[in-house]
């Protein structure tokens, strides 16, 4: 099992420092437990769990509260019946044949490995979802993650209305933050940290509060709902003004990642605190690997707030482009993968001969742009001839895909910095080097290299800071941005959506560094960094607009109108492109439905919607044990008399394969939808399939004709083919257009010849 959270991708200058626990035998458990086994006597679950603890402690001052309240880390109220407690194995296993118990699993400790993102997702003050919602006004964004650091602009209250009164959370005071840093933009801020402290009793945290000393959760949450800042930019990078994507939404901090270590305990408590203060959207940039559903607790916790009708958004994780790898495939949750916007950052080179060519970078470092400095042509995988080269700047050529290792050793050599021609695009980590750095296209690098054998003396000017609009094959799916199908849950075709998560800029803690240069660490209240970490809040800010124009929207709802109307072009009119696969064409394995379009989510014309009775159906049909369907759904009275895998859920994906046909032959797959008119009273939708390669697909009804607002039509789909696909993964699409044009309803479809079971056997 192979367990750890992927935050960003770059995690800059993080150290997490290994503590050695105290009582190596004992460990943390998260505990599920059957509430309705609690005997009447007790007055409150804890209470009860209180006595349950006590009841299996080894410890010699047996039956005091002390002992119980010792073991006890947390009891859990919303996300799950149950508790975390630090345990011996023997306690364990008493615990195991207690009344109520359920299941359980161990604590994990879990490894951590934007000025202009609203523009191009087409946000304008004039018309759309800004106006629309207000700006997200009086919606509650609950962010999980390292705080927050409350001095930024971007948390600035300026012409805010009051804090609504249905708010139940509150700004707790601790280490540098005074209960009063919070305002009417930021109406919450807490901390969780038991968890971390039951494994390392002994350990000081330095900032014991909601403060963020890392950058991340301040990151993430000015992404999602930051108000604007002018005069953003990275050391003259991406300058402007920087804004969330639901500038007047509300913000709440939970804290449970500390740079003294991550705990699911503690991230498990920050959910449930965030249930119960009424946070409307939650944004989870964090996830675990290689857990089933029901045991993975974030997929637990995120099922009750999906029942109190809190849209979730999560990160699909950072260890694309390989097949299945992601996580948060979880079928109530939003999972979100990472593409770039139409911008890039770099350098222009003017040689000698007044050519000026244009590559990219990211460098931050002052540099100056008057003086021109001797270029030389080396061979950058000799460290010798880098190292004998002298102050110069090196120009290398990447003729053997070696750009990692010559840029390695150009950044150990003494030279004055490097220049890399490249036909590699996948450069977003390597741009913001900790030395002068910039990256050529082969046409653009021939210029240089014609311009170098000319001359005796090769000189170039460089101009960093550059930063370029209009970039038009944007978006595209990022090479790092983890891969469908889902682990934990194969027939639910994840992720969901991309969101732009490259090079994203927005807020930073004025205390924590935003890069290391070799001069030393450099600050700024902005930073640039990438990840589904950024891609994540992106949607979560998009839902609160949607929830703001329209409150009584299931969360289902909310999923169901940003994949119908998410594009699969892009701004060339292509189609999305995939740089972890040489920019071809992005499979929806990639980016689920495509890129998301907040304003054509305002207006989907059509809705799959989904309840809590529909995702335990699903359960049912996945053939959990009773005891791991109750420990998601936290009742024993669920009821599995319909089980069914065909989730009404905006995208397909059926799997052609002998593990999960049981047969050579032809093979059909059908999926029943029922989807609701929430546009026009009367509209008419015609089907529209593409073609895929070797199969046949139908639907039926071809036609849906609505007589009135929130009607509801089923159809089904059939795809018939045999189990020999001729690919790997056939994608199409199916979407409902209606007769004048006003809605297009679109839907991807996959099939695929790989095995659920192999997929999900991921989990083992
Ligand atoms: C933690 O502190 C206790 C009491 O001060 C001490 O006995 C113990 O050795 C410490 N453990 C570690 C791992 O430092
Ligand atoms: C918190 O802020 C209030 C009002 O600004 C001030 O009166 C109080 O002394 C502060 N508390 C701490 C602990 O700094
Ligand atoms: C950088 O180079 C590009 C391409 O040659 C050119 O269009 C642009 O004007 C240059 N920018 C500056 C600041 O010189
Ligand atoms: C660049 O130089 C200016 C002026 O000397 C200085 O204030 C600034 O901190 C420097 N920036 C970096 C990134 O070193
Ligand atoms: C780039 O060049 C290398 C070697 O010259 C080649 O193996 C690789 O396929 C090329 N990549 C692309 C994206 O063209
Ligand atoms: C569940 O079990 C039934 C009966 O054994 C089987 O037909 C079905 O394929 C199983 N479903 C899954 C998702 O494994
Ligand atoms: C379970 O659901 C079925 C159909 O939805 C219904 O007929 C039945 O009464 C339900 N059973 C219970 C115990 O609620
Ligand atoms: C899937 O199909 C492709 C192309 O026909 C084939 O190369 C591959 O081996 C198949 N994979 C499996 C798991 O059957
Ligand atoms: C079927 O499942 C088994 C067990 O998980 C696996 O070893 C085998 O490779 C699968 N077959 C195919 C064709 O994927």
Redesign the pocket.
Known sequence: MAIHVSLCLFFLSVAFPYFVPILAESDTYIVYMDLSSMPKAFSSHHNWYLTTLASVSNSIETGTDFVSSSKLVYAYTNVMNGFSATLSPSELESLRNSPGYVSSVKDTSVKVDTTHSYQFLGLNSNQGAWPDSDYGKDVIIGVVDTGVWPESKSYRDDGMTEIPSRWKGECESGTQFNSSTCNKKLIGARYFNKGLLAKYPNLTIAVNSARDTDGHGTHTSSTAAGNFVEAASFFGYASGTSRGMAPNARIAMYKALWDEGVYLSDILAAIDQAIMDGVDVLSLSLGIDGLPLYADPIAIATFAAMEKGIFVSTSSGNEGPYIGTLHNGTPWVLNVAAGTVDREFGA?LTLGNGI???GLSLYPGNFSSSDAFPIAFVDCENEKELKEIGSKIVVCLDTKDKLNEQFYSVGNAKVIGGFFITNNTDLEFLTGSRFPAAFFNLDEGQKILDYIKKESDPKGRV?FE?TRLGIKSAPKVTSYSSRGPSPSCPFILKPDIMAPGAQILASWPQKSPVTDLSSGQLFNMFNIISGTSMACPHAAGVAALLKGVHPDWSPAAIRSAMMTTADVFDKTKNPIQDIGYNNKPATPLAMGAGHINPNKALDPGLVYDANVEDYINLLCALNLTSKQIQTITRSPSYNCSNPSLDLNYPSFIAYFNINDTNSNAETVHYFQRTVTNIGDGTSTYIAKLTPMDGLKVSVEPEKLVFSKKYEKKSYKLKIQGSILLPDTLIYGSLTWVQTDGKHSVGSPIVTTNLSSEVISDKND
């Open positions: 222009n000026s060519i244009a101009q550059q």
